[in-house]
């Protein structure tokens, strides 16, 4: 199978590159040169646990390559993914779809013999209805077929999630997509393909409303957690006490400082754009932004309440930067809002994170960053755990002590136990659960 990937991001190249360790032939192509060079000389534009040497090896058997061209790929696809970025649209929240139209001009333009052009992107319920039309208007003689195959693989797990997928949702009324999506994806379980076919438009929204489902996950229990801390309970253990029921489940149900990343925020308020415009609001998921925007300065309150309600003169360290852990992205990571928050409450930032710092710089300023959590800790107020970065999650304490001015540790991730940080001797904060033992 001949694959062409359009859009070489989070989503393209790790979708490129286990398209292509399944045994197809994919070229990934991306508009940014930079990332496209980087790629032929080896190198990986993105932090994603175990990428490089999946990429390498299928570069290596000829079966991955790379372009900034999608003309000549294009026209020599059976199957053409679309996996550019659908950001938030400045000013309303509603879903910028410029670059998915823009890459659906491209390939009109370009397709020859049959070809399905596949929507991976997140898109609101109707994309593909306009895509198909814009390929049609561009070039009515196109033998073409428009679906839509939702992705649902999270950055830091994504190779694993690619090849070990709950379901694969394929969106297409059209026989020949259909069996074309089957092929591509037969090699995850050889004679059957756990593809779930459905119509283009609900395979739109379910991708919408299963991140809107998980997001409410989370904001429930954040807000359990705030209940939790003022009647003296435990969210932890309301956590497992109520994901043990098979109903409800175990997973996304950890209380933190609020999701953030590179979906939920954007889809959920383009999915209440959607229902707005169709005039059938989704109030619970309006309500979960709602929540979840306040529960990132509250954060930062409460670390300032540890010291009377003020930061002003406190150096405040912060382990960890991004969404979460075993990644680079800091797309609208839950620390952007807690740094300005703290600051605001009088705060000098220091920070460090294994793998973000770099983008970090370009979304925070008058932050210092260090080179590991010692360093970081070193002469702080407070240390703030935002991340659950692995290496964060055994730290020696006795030496965390000694390295900082003021023995206090925020653990908004809930990564240790009460008692052995306050056996150190350490004021410990942290979500839904009685910080002191
Ligand atoms: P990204 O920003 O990392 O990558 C998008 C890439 O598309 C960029 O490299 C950009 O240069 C390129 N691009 C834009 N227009 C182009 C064009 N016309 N031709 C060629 N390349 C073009 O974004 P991402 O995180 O990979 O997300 C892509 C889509 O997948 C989004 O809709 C997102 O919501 C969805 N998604 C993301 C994740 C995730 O974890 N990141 C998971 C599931 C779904």
């Known amino acids: 199978m001949r694959i062409t990937m359009v859009g070489t991001g989070y989503v393209g190249l790790v979708s490129g590159a286990c398209f292509a360790d399944f045994g197809h032939q994919v070229i990934c192509v991306d508009k940014n040169a930079d990332k496209i060079a980087a790629l032929h000389r080896g190198e990986i534009p993105i932090f994603e646990p175990d990428l490089d040497r999946l990429v390498a090896t299928n570069v290596r058997a000829g079966r991955l390559t790379f372009s900034t061209e999608l003309a000549d790929p294009v026209s020599k696809s059976d199957a053409v993914f679309i996996a550019v970025g659908t950001p938030s649209r400045r000013g309303d929240g509603h879903a910028d779809l410029s670059y998915v139209y823009a890459a659906a001009r491209e390939i009109a333009a370009n397709l020859k013999d049959f070809t399905v052009v596949i929507t991976k992107s997140t898109v609101p319920v109707g994309t593909g209805d306009e895509v198909e039309r814009l390929i049609r208007e561009a070039n009515p003689a196109a033998d073409v077929a428009v679906a839509s195959n939702p992705e649902f693989l999270r950055e830091g797990a994504a190779i ?43 395979a739109e929204l379910i991708k919408y409303a299963a991140n809107a489902f998980l997001a409410t996950k989370i904001t429930f229990i954040n807000e359990i957690a705030d209940l939790a801390e003022k009647v003296g309970a435990d969210v932890q253990e309301i956590a497992r006490g109520i994901g043990l029921d098979n109903r409800i489940g175990t997973k996304f149900l950890h209380a933190g400082p609020g999701f953030g990343g590179s979906c939920f925020p954007k889809d959920t308020r383009a999915l209440i754009k959607t229902a707005q415009d169709y005039e059938a609001p989704v109030r619970i998921v309006e309500a979960v932004i709602a929540v979840n925007e306040n529960r990132k300065r509250a954060m930062a309150r409460k670390v300032a309440a540890v010291f009377g309600g003020s930061l002003r003169g406190k150096t405040v360290a912060l382990l960890g930067l991004t969404f979460k852990p075993n990644t680079d992205d800091m797309r609208e990571s839950p620390s952007i809002p807690l740094v300005t928050a703290l600051q605001d409450l009088g705060a000098t930032i220091k920070a460090y994170d294994p793998e973000g710092m770099e983008q970090a710089r370009s979304e925070l300023s008058d932050v210092s960053y260090c080179d590991g959590p010692y360093e970081c800790a070193k002469d702080a107020d407070a240390l703030v755990i935002v991340t659950e970065w692995e290496q964060f999650r055994a730290l020696d304490l006795a030496r965390l002590k000694r390295e900082m001015a003021c023995p206090v540790i925020v653990d908004l991730r809930n990564i240790y136990r009460p008692d052995e940080v306050t056996g150190h001797g350490f004021q410990y904060e942290s979500v839904g659960r009685r910080s002191q033992p």
Do not use: C, Q, S, W
């Not at 069996?179 to 393909?193: Q, S």
């Open 160 to 202: 694993r999630d690619f090849k070990h997928p709950d379901r694969i949702v394929a969106g297409t009324d059209d026989e020949r997509a259909r069996k074309l999506i089957a092929e591509i994806y037969r090699p995850l379980y050889l004679n059957r393909a756990p593809v779930m076919f459905t119509g283009r438009r609900t």
